[in-house]
Every structure is written in structure tokens, then in C-alpha cells.
Nanobody, 122 residues
Framework: QVQLVESGGGLVQAGGSLRLSCTASGRNFSRYAMGWFRQAPGKEREFVAAINYGGGTTWYADSAKGRFTISRDNAKNTVYLQMNSLKPEDTAVYYC???????????????WGQGTQVSVSS
């Protein structure tokens, strides 16, 4: 089956920006909705953003609206998360996942990447 690999995390100051990438192996990438979740220490994995299989519809958590943008390039088997105006509370491991059904609950996802660390200093 497919594998997902995230990249682009790092340490930034509050107010800064990062662009996360998630590249998939396999040839059926375009059939899946893709989402970004994050998990901070001691917390549950929470929904951040998702995009449908064609890239024309997006969903965002309230915490991400107005600051984060999800996009995908099916020709490159890649989904992105542009994160602007970062806050310390955005600090977490960010995971990408693929879903054939719903997008806002972790259990909707069929597969996950290994995660990439995002740390935002105050």
C-alpha cells in the first residue's frame, strides 16, 4: 500500500511561517482525501486541515482558519500545509493521512505518515 512521508517541520518564532509537505508513494493518491493532524505531548491527535481528492474542497479546524492553507498537487503525489502567523500553541508533531471517507476524525483515515515536528517559540 501507499506510504506517506512528511517534511518541512522545524523551529520558528511566533508569527513566523512554515510549509509542510507530505509525499505519497503509490499510484492512487488522487483517489484519497488528504488531511493534516497534529498531536502535542499529553494531548489527543487533533484535526487541522483536509482537502478532497480533486483539491477543490478544503476543511479547516477553527484553530487553523485564516492562518493555514492546505493544497495538493496530484501530479507530484504531494499535499502541503502552509502555516502562517504561527503561535506557540501550534507546537506539535504534524501528521498527514489519507482517507476514503470522512476527513475531520482520525478514525476516518486509512494511513498515516510518520510525522514532522513543528516547534514555535514565544
Amino acid at each position: 500500500q501507499v506510504q506517506l512521508v512528511e517534511s518541512g517541520g522545524g523551529l520558528v518564532q511566533a508569527g513566523g511561517s512554515l510549509r509542510l509537505s507530505c509525499t505519497a508513494s503509490g499510484r492512487n493518491f488522487s483517489r484519497y482525501a488528504m488531511g493534516w493532524f497534529r498531536q502535542a505531548p499529553g494531548k489527543e491527535r487533533e484535526f487541522v486541515a483536509a482537502i478532497n481528492y480533486g483539491g477543490g474542497t478544503t476543511w479547516y479546524a477553527d484553530s487553523a482558519k485564516g492562518r493555514f492553507t492546505i493544497s495538493r498537487d496530484n501530479a507530484k503525489n504531494t499535499v502541503y500545509l502552509q502555516m502562517n502567523s504561527l503561535k506557540p500553541e501550534d507546537t506539535a508533531v504534524y501528521y498527514c493521512g489519507g482517507s476514503r471517507n470522512g476527513v475531520v476524525r482520525a478514525y476516518d483515515y486509512d494511513y498515516w505518515g510518520q510525522g514532522t515536528q513543528v516547534s514555535v517559540s514565544s
